[in-house]
């Protein structure tokens, strides 16, 4: 089954807890503290695969959540880093926000991309020593991992795709030129994936070729297969128009290439500038006034045109040249840059990190805060200092500017992720 498109959750791994510790060794008086900090949670980290051509696994686990750090210890002792965690997917995948639609990377090369970035791991208490807080009881926690809904979607990397209505001889030529072996039947809609085949023009030079299925009139609104299988071509350097010259399905050639091409423009103008050559196939059963004619039509339009016949090989060798020719012409495949993150994003993920919700029920102020839960992991409510920083912390979150708002009285009862605390001004 060929699956081109998954959306998929991926979380890079929180980082570690520092820790509270206090050196204890004999005849040392007053060891002080010597926790350690926190380990970095694991990257999420893309790679291309080349013994991979669909995205059908990620059809079926849909989450990806790579290792936290280890907490700090003792004797100052770092926790240690998680491992990254690697996802392998098809040369040519497009990695995007689901969210925004922003494109996060585009795996065509061999360079492993990161696209959630692990956690830092917190502090020990050993980093909060000074000369007025000598016995620090508090730590800080972990940095939270990256965290994102993205969609994959792959497009298939080749130097020349094959377009045409079905039935038209684009699988026989791809078959008859490279290795490839698609399935070849007298019916339309017998490809029903795109094919790639490698075509060799000698010992140092070969290129890819893409044989498209699917695409008839309305395929850029979704009629037929084109829709699914339009993105395949977007990549492609040189598009080789296949048309039917015999007319055995009572079709025109010329009027199916225009329809063709309305198609791609419709889908991309981009699409619609590459260049093409012009391939009238099956021209062993037409007659040399229908070839002159879609010949005139390729002059016309300052297109190169080729008279072939796939299923014999007639004028196929002479197609293959022309095209690796004008591929050195062409700029390298396309590639898809990053892009930026922008402002509103940048500010929803800040806004995330410090967003909480307040009811009150039965006269008790309920905090909802999730992003608190590590902070409050390390607070020791018997130390003062340590009270005194999670004051700090509920400060210039503005949980307690919101407290205030309410109308929270002297005395009245807090309670933040089931810690119950009397509220003091």
């Not at 291309?48 to 210890?73: H, P, Q, T």
């Not at 048309?243 to 063709?260: C, H, L, T, W, Y």
């Amino acid at each position: 089954m060929f699956v081109d498109k998954a959306k998929i959750k991926i979380k890079a791994g929180n980082g570690g807890d520092g820790a509270v510790s206090f050196h204890r060794e004999k005849y040392v008086a007053s060891g002080g503290p010597d926790g350690g900090n926190g380990g970095k949670g694991g990257d999420v980290i893309f790679v291309a695969d080349d013994n991979f051509s669909s995205l059908i696994d990620f059809r079926y686990k849909r989450k990806y959540v790579a290792k936290n750090g280890e907490n700090g210890g003792a004797k100052r002792c770092t926790g240690k880093s998680a491992d990254d965690l690697i996802i392998r997917v098809p040369r040519g995948t497009v990695i995007r926000d689901a969210q925004s639609g922003r494109i996060m990377a585009d795996i065509s090369s061999d360079e492993p991309q990161v696209i959630a970035r692990g956690g830092r791991g917190g502090k020990g208490n050993m980093n909060f020593a000074s000369s007025t807080r000598q016995i620090p009881r508090f730590a800080k926690p972990g940095y939270p991992g990256e965290e994102y809904e993205v969609t994959l979607e792959l497009k298939l990397i080749a130097d020349v795709g094959l377009v045409g209505f079905p039935n038209v001889g684009k699988s026989t030529l791809i078959s008859s030129v490279s290795a490839a072996k698609p399935k070849i039947a007298n019916y339309h809609f017998t490809t029903l994936t795109p094919v790639l085949g490698v075509v060799k023009i000698d010992e140092e030079r070969s290129f890819v070729m893409a044989d498209i299925p699917g695409l008839i009139e309305g395929a850029s609104d979704g009629v037929g297969l084109g829709h699914e299988f339009l993105r395949h071509v977007e990549r492609c350097r040189l598009i080789v128009h296949v048309v039917d010259a015999s007319g055995i399905e009572g079709r025109d050639p010329i009027e199916d290439f225009n329809i063709i091409n309305s198609e791609l423009e419709n889908f991309s103008e981009e699409l619609a500038q590459c260049p093409q050559i012009l391939a009238a196939n099956k021209c062993d059963m037409a007659d040399e006034e229908q070839i002159e004619r879609v010949r005139r039509f390729a002059e016309e339009n300052d297109m190169p045109f080729f008279a072939i016949s796939a299923a014999t090989t007639q004028g196929t060798r002479e197609l293959i040249n022309i095209i690796a020719q004008e591929l050195e012409k062409l700029p390298p495949v396309k590639a898809y840059e990053p892009e930026p993150i922008s402002q509103e994003e940048l500010e929803e993920r800040a806004l995330s990190n410090t967003r909480f919700e307040i009811e009150i029920e039965d006269g008790i102020y309920y905090v909802d805060a999730k992003w608190l839960e590590p902070i409050m992991r390390t607070i020791n409510i018997d130390d003062y200092s340590s009270l005194q920083y999670f004051q700090q912390v509920l400060r210039r979150s503005g949980i307690i500017d919101k407290l205030e708002e309410m109308g929270v009285e002297e005395g009245a009862t807090v309670n933040i992720m089931g810690f119950e605390f009397d509220y003091v001004r």
